[in-house]
């Protein structure tokens, strides 16, 4: 048999699995361990798993392969495998890590299977020294194509490989193009005389031609052991032979196609004896075992070494360690790139490893040895790795890490490191430091290395700190770092590399400048080269998707015939700066007025559509804005579609949405994410719904929102106004028609959405009446009824889903709210003063309402805590609380969204004004503060004050206890008229409740 001709002296095995390209080894997710005798723990548990090996083979098995699909093809001497008969040839389909089915690959062969090669489309490639391969002639090699896991089809590779005493295929490669290369002793292939290597070009699964790689390589009575395959497509082969082609080489050589019939050999220098075994590294080194102890120059290698190719005819060599202190007869490549090494040796750079051992290569120069849990009884004869990281070893063995196992057997790392969170894609602008991270779950010690596109980073001073930390830090980054980043996590169970996280650092010019004062020419990179238009910067950023921020100093902007300024997506427009500032917190939009003005155009103000990223406009006041009459879009001063906006600190004012157009005078939101804060909308309107019944009011002066989330946070909303209903007509014939509906929302209309409304004024605001119904006229004694009036002159709701919290309605037609549907919620608010007796009214459908003081209410709609008492306005043209109203501590805690900590004037949203009852409900960020009805808390003055600080403490205790002495008035604190003991537990609680 082959094994006997050609094996007796190195006791080599057949299988050398072929370096695989870098590519493959990304895609491979394997858990790998690195673990002496003894280092298990209970989580990671490295062991040989013998379920494959009972009753495994009943002769050695010296080849295997594994297929696309994870299942394994185990070749050899044996005839039964698993308890089938199989004639040296079987497949085995793992069922889960220790159990697993086999089955025949048909008739098998004939004879020893050596060598095993699976190509792109799932066939095998068998080579050896069998005649017949299911059932057909098939000289040395042949194709099985599996067509399931039970059943395939063999045929022969032509001719095959010539007969002879010795001959024989002992092993195979593919090649990048698909080409398989048969390696062995043999003199003629497909006919060919070739010289131990030859080409295989399939031209169908059943049929191809043979070439004889430029003359092969050759040697009296030698033969070539073991092929790899290069990164570039070139091969390296190794063996007893002393000529490659024509070139003088020394047992080791490299091959170079140039087609598939002509290719050049080039020496890979000296190696001082027989090589048993090549394997490509992912970086294109080659790792060399075998019987030599020394290479080029007398360098001692033990049996094992490293081939660095500097070009295609030079290298060098280096060692690996001590090597080990036998043969080296197998070699395995695991996907971090560690390789298993097996051999009939004792020992493994310096590390006792009985015939099996771990090397780990930190650079191509140095490296680490480790030996598996327990070691074989008998060297390895074939190695192949599973798709989950797990080794199998086939052999002529009988027991394994003490336990029976027959000629096959598996070896399992144990329990892989978990990743809780991987890298995220990051976007950052150069010189913006940025973190990414990984979390990893597993036993101690964890290590990690970061990469970058599949290269491993290092700590650089002032540049990348963390490289083998969870966390890396990349500091004042430039373009040049972009790329995918994972991290590749080990402890002694094994390896995992996280999912990549695509990291872009962009030149951001991350700010453009506008100021109207500039002169004409700048760039915009400065308030020194700002641009003179507000137009420009938006052009600009129209090519700049790196821009964040646009600064626009004080002055008025309009853009004449150019139409609506257009927001670009995910930037934010802020105005208010003097044009001296360097941060935007420094800009006051009160005193630098920032004025984006509608000069008369009928078009929007400002516009955004169609944008998932989220813009901002902020610090402006938005102005004198039309829509033309009976438009199909709304939004006279900012119109948002399809879009995702924040205003904030702006006043929207002067807006008008023409005649029967959507409304929105001041804002229109149709299937967007809107959210206003700190803005005043005042004198926005909508237009009348023109000369007939058919032409509706348009909806929401200050803000329509259709189809729409929208947040309300501190605004202001005063004195804007709806148009009236249409007027009827006489249609020939026909009955007259009626007048049209009145308008509704003058503050803000709400249609099939959700919104938010917190801390905000509503005062002032006016919906037009119905319109006036036609008739009698053509002879009809019938005249039609006059449209009915407005409704919601603070808010009107067409269906939606509405939260309002601590706001104030005053002297608003048309009632505070209207509208139909059960979807909205009131909560701790005023409604007062709007309309007589129309506070809130709703056509169908029963809000919520609850602790809220509401004017004339009747109860109709239920409610908790609802009250009907005069609020006590503070009496001075505003709409605070005065110190006896019976809205201070009356409210809801719990209804108060949370974050919400301020009132509409910016103080504290939860004061405790001792003197007054609590009626309301504690909890929530209050606490037992418990919040006032209304957009503003009542804050004071403080009982127990005497230094008017603001608040009661120990600097108070002096000046009170003087005067409590001395039975002044300014001691009775808590107001019975009289100074007494009563006073001194009234100061103290309020001392602890800070007033």
Not at 856 to 866: K, M
Request: charged share 10%; with cysteine.
């Amino acid at each position: 048999m082959l094994l006997r001709l050609i094996g007796r002296r190195t006791n080599p095995a057949s299988f050398v699995r072929r370096g695989m390209p870098s590519w493959l080894f990304a895609a491979l997710v394997l858990v790998l361990t690195l673990f002496t005798p003894g280092a298990a723990t209970a989580q990671c548990a490295p062991r040989w798993l013998t379920g494959i090996g009972n009753p495994g083979t009943d002769g050695t098995v010296t080849a295997l392969a594994v297929l696309p699909d994870g299942d394994l093809i185990v070749g050899g001497t044996f005839s039964t495998a698993g308890d089938i008969a199989a004639n040296r040839i079987a497949r085995y389909h793992p069922t889960s890590t220790n159990t697993g089915t086999w089955s025949a690959l048909g008739e098998g062969v004939d004879d020893t299977v050596a060598a095993l090669a699976v190509l792109p489309d799932g066939d095998v490639i068998v080579g050896g020294a069998f005649s017949q391969a299911g059932g057909i002639a098939a000289s040395m090699v042949a194709r099985f194509h599996p067509t399931s896991a039970t059943t395939g089809t063999w045929s022969a590779m032509g001719s095959g490989i010539g007969t002879g005493f010795g001959n024989g295929v002992a092993a195979l490669a593919v090649l990048p193009d698909g080409d398989v290369v048969a390696a062995g002793r043999f003199t003629v292939a497909g006919g060919l005389a070739v010289n131990n290597i030859a080409r295989y070009r399939p031209t169908s699964p059943t049929a191809g031609t043979w070439s004889n790689m430029s003359g092969g390589l050759r040697s009296q009575g030698g033969m070539v052991y073991t092929v790899a395959v290069l990164p570039d497509g070139d091969l390296v082969a190794g063996g007893d032979f002393y000529v490659a082609g024509t070139v003088q080489v020394s047992r080791v050589a490299r091959y170079h196609p140039t087609s598939p019939t002509i290719g050049t050999w080039y020496a890979m220098g000296y190696v001082n004896d027989t090589p048993f075994r090549m394997l490509t590294l992912p970086d294109g080194d080659v790792i060399v075992g075998g019987v030599f102890t020394s290479t080029v120059g007398g360098l001692p290698v033990n049996h094992i070494a490293r081939y660095h190719p500097t070009s295609v005819s030079t290298g060098t060599w280096s060692a690996l360690g001590s090597g080990t202190d036998h043969w080296v007869t197998r070699l395995a490549l695991l996907a971090d790139g560690d390789v298993i090494v097996g051999g009939l040796f004792n020992s493994a750079g310096g590390v006792p490893a009985t015939r099996i051992a771990r090397y780990h290569a930190a650079s191509p120069t140095t490296g680490d040895w480790f030996p598996l849990v327990t070691g074989l009884d008998s060297a390895a004869e074939a190695f192949a790795v599973l798709p989950d990281g797990d080794l199998i070893a086939g052999g002529f063995f009988t027991a394994i890490g003490g336990a029976s196992a027959r000629s096959i057997a598996r070896y399992s790392w144990g329990s892989a490191i978990s990743l809780n969170e991987h890298p995220s894609d990051s976007a950052v602008c150069v010189g913006e430091d940025l973190e990414i991270h990984v979390v990893a779950i597993g036993s101690d010690p964890i290590t990690y290395r970061w990469r970058r596109d599949g290269h491993t980073l290092s700590d650089q001073a002032g540049h990348i700190a963390g490289a083998t930390t969870p966390s890396l830090n990349i500091i004042n980054p430039v373009p040049a770092d972009s790329g995918e980043y994972d991290c590749v996590v080990t402890n002694q169970c094994g390896t995992v590399v996280s999912n990549p996280g695509t990291v872009t650092i962009v030149p951001c010019g991350t700010v453009v400048y506008v100021n109207g004062s500039a002169p004409g020419g700048g760039d915009g990179s400065s308030w020194d080269a700002a641009f003179n238009t507000l137009q420009s910067a938006l052009d600009w950023a129209k090519t700049h998707p790196s821009l964040r921020e646009i600064w626009v100093a004080r002055g008025t902007y309009a853009n004449g015939a150019r139409g609506a300024f257009v927001l670009p997506c995910g930037v934010g427009v802020l105005g208010g700066f003097a044009g001296t500032e360097s941060t935007s917190d420094q800009r006051d939009w009160v005193l630098n007025p920032t004025v984006l003005a509608g000069d008369g155009i009928s078009a929007p103000v400002v516009l955004i559509e169609n944008c998932a990223m989220p813009a901002t406009l902020s610090g402006v006041t938005v102005r004198g804005g039309q829509t033309p009459p009976f438009s199909e879009n709304g939004g006279a001063g900012v119109r948002v579609h399809d879009s995702t906006l924040t205003i904030s600190d702006c006043v929207i004012s002067g807006n008008i949405a023409g005649v029967a157009s959507p409304g929105g005078g001041g804002v229109y939101a149709w299937r967007s994410v809107l959210r206003l804060e700190r803005c005043e909308l005042r004198g926005n309107s909508t237009d009348s719904g023109g000369s007939s019944y058919y032409d509706p009011p348009s909806s929401g002066a200050a803000l329509n929102s259709v189809d729409s989330d929208i947040t309300v946070l501190e605004c202001v909303f005063r004195d804007n106004t709806t148009g009236r209903g249409g007027d009827g007509y006489c249609e020939p014939n026909q009955t007259s028609l009626p007048g049209g509906d009145g308008g509704s929302g003058a503050g803000i209309a709400i249609r099939n959405g959700s919104a938010t409304i917190v801390n905000c004024l509503f005062v002032g605001n006016s919906v037009g009446g119905g319109g006036t119904g036609a008739g009698p006229c053509f002879n009809n004694n019938y005249r039609a009824p006059d449209g009915s009036p407005g409704r919601g002159g603070g808010i009107y709701n067409a269906g939606s889903d509405i939260n309002i919290v601590n706001c104030t309605f005053a002297y608003n037609s048309g009632g505070a709210i209207g509208g139909y549907g059960s979807g909205l919620i009131l909560s701790n608010s005023i409604l007062w003063y709007n309309d007589g007796s129309q506070q809130f009214t709703f056509s169908s459908g029963t809000p919520t309402v609850g602790y809220s003081c509401i004017q004339n209410w009747t109860g109709s709609y239920g409610g908790v805590g609802v009250i009907a008492s005069n609020p006590l306005f503070d009496g001075a043209g505003g709409y605070g609380l005065s110190a006896a109203s019976p809205c201070i501590d009356a409210g809801n805690n719990t209804a108060v969204p949370a974050g919400v900590l301020a009132d509409l004037a910016g103080d504290s949203r939860f004061f405790n004004v001792l003197a007054a009852p609590d009626t309301g409900v504690p909890g929530g960020a209050g606490g037992a503060s418990i919040v006032d009805m209304g957009a503003y808390e009542h804050g004071g003055p403080c009982p127990g004050d005497f230094n008017g600080d603001g608040g009661v403490d120990g600097s108070d205790v002096g000046a009170f206890f003087i005067d409590w002495e001395l039975g002044a008035s300014a001691a009775d604190v808590n107001g019975d008229g009289g100074v007494d003991g009563g006073d001194v537990q009234f100061f103290f609680q309020a001392w602890e409740a800070g007033c």
